[in-house]
Nanobody, 119 residues
Framework: QVQLVESGGGLVQPGGSLRLSCAASGRTFGNYAIGWFRQAPGEERMFVSSTGWTGDNTYYTDSVKGRFTISTDNAKNTVYLQMNSLKPEDTAVYYC????????????WGQGTQVTVSS
């Protein structure tokens, strides 16, 4: 089993920044990559970014490239998503997920954290 807890969401003005955290625990979390997904109201949950615990296999969806940065702190078993130059269209519930490293299918999900970008 893998447990994931997100934090760091909130309300920010356009152009602002937030850093999301995903704290992982459980005996097997190290066997998974970690991904960030987001879901806006009325829309499907979409991929945002992913990384392995060694910083390999780092990917971003096109709409966040150059603005978002994913990173890991292995000592804290935590994955971060630094989000800069935020836009209203970034508003969503952000989820982290433990990804199977063969299929890249999410096997475990966190509870989500709300990010609202508005003036």
């Amino acid at each position: 089993q893998v447990q994931l807890v997100e934090s760091g969401g909130g309300l920010v003005q356009p152009g602002g920044s937030l850093r999301l955290s995903c704290a992982a625990s459980g005996r097997t979390f190290g066997n998974y990559a970690i991904g960030w997904f987001r879901q806006a109201p009325g829309e499907e949950r979409m991929f945002v970014s992913s990384t392995g615990w060694t910083g390999d296999n780092t990917y971003y969806t096109d709409s966040v490239k150059g603005r978002f940065t994913i990173s890991t702190d292995n000592a804290k078993n935590t994955v971060y998503l630094q989000m800069n130059s935020l836009k209203p269209e970034d508003t969503a519930v952000y989820y982290c997920a433990a990804l199977d490293t063969t299929s890249w299918v999410p096997n475990y999900w966190g509870q989500g954290t709300q990010v609202t970008v508005s003036s």
